[in-house]
């Protein structure tokens, strides 16, 4: 199995031509990015994309991002999907990143959505993953074991810096058989959490060694899971992020480290990682 590693574009500020410069520089893959919402702006990106060989995978929000709209209905949301989904088969991804649902919802109508959600994704002929995160329908691993048991055919991308925070833990207690729910993830985004946040200062401080460990081997279980299931390929995107997830002294407002290096030193050490993990 190989490792593939996109380069995620939240924050950035740029053009896409600029990040492509730049991504493939670094030694990345390929692209993460939310799907462009005008039409000319989908079919330049996708000429970019094809032009420069660059892979890519389409973030698509149901109502509206990143947090939903608190009055859309679980029909809105899967309206709004099938409109995305048409958008993001423009670019060509080579899957589609969902963040869907609403963590307000009770699980009869979670797995009401999700039932439905899925039979929507197959409609499309894309390969669709639907991320776990808060504020969202997955927003805890607990509501996510419930959905996973009643809707086989759900697959995912795991965040689980998010599931870190939700239960302001590190989630390595004998008890926390997540099992069921690594066997459906086919993408991973790689953001170190803590018990406290979403998103460590660097991953790379030793006072945040142990969160590092236990997302790598949350990591680690995920490609071992892939193996078995046949991937040839695996994904992954660094995501380290802003939006109050990146630290910043007070009074100065000055960022505590710079998101693109943030990125880069994560993809670098997950290349070695992968390595040590698949030469065993």
């Known amino acids: 199995m190989r490792l593939e590693l996109f380069r995620t574009l939240w924050g950035y500020r740029a053009t896409w031509q600029q990040a492509v410069d730049e991504l493939l520089a670094a030694g990345f893959d390929g692209l993460e990015a939310r799907v462009p919402e005008t039409s000319a702006q989908r079919s330049a990106n996708a000429r970019l994309l094809r032009e420069q060989g660059v892979n890519y995978i389409a973030t698509v929000f149901t109502s509206t991002p990143v947090l939903p709209r608190q009055t859309d209905t679980p029909q809105m949301h899967l309206d709004d999907l099938v409109r995305k989904l048409d958008w993001a088969a423009q670019l060509a991804p080579q899957k589609i990143n969902i963040l869907a649902g609403n963590d307000r919802w009770g699980l009869s109508e979670q797995v009401d959505f999700f039932a439905r959600a899925v039979e929507i994704a197959k409609a499309s002929g894309q390969t669709c993953c639907f991320e776990i995160h808060r504020g969202r329908s997955l927003y805890s691993p607990w509501v996510t074991l419930d959905v996973l048991r009643q809707v086989a055919e759900l697959r995912l991308t795991s965040d689980i810096s998010h599931w870190v925070v939700t239960c302001e833990r590190l989630l390595n207690d004998p008890a926390d058989d997540l099992s069921a729910f690594i066997e459906r993830v086919d993408h991973i985004q790689a953001r170190v959490g803590y018990d406290q946040g979403p998103q460590v200062p660097h991953p790379g401080a030793p006072e945040y060694a142990e969160a590092l460990q236990f997302h790598q081997q949350h990591w680690e279980k995920i ?31 000055v960022p505590v480290a710079d998101l693109w290096g943030l990125n880069k030193w994560m993809a670098t050490c997950e290349r070695q990682h992968f390595h040590r993990f698949s030469s065993r």
Do not use: I, N
């Open 223 to 253: 490609w071992a899971s892939q193996e078995r299931r046949g991937f040839a390929v695996t994904s992954m995107t660094p995501e380290f992020g802003p939006d109050g997830y990146l630290h910043h002294l007070p009074y100065t407002d």
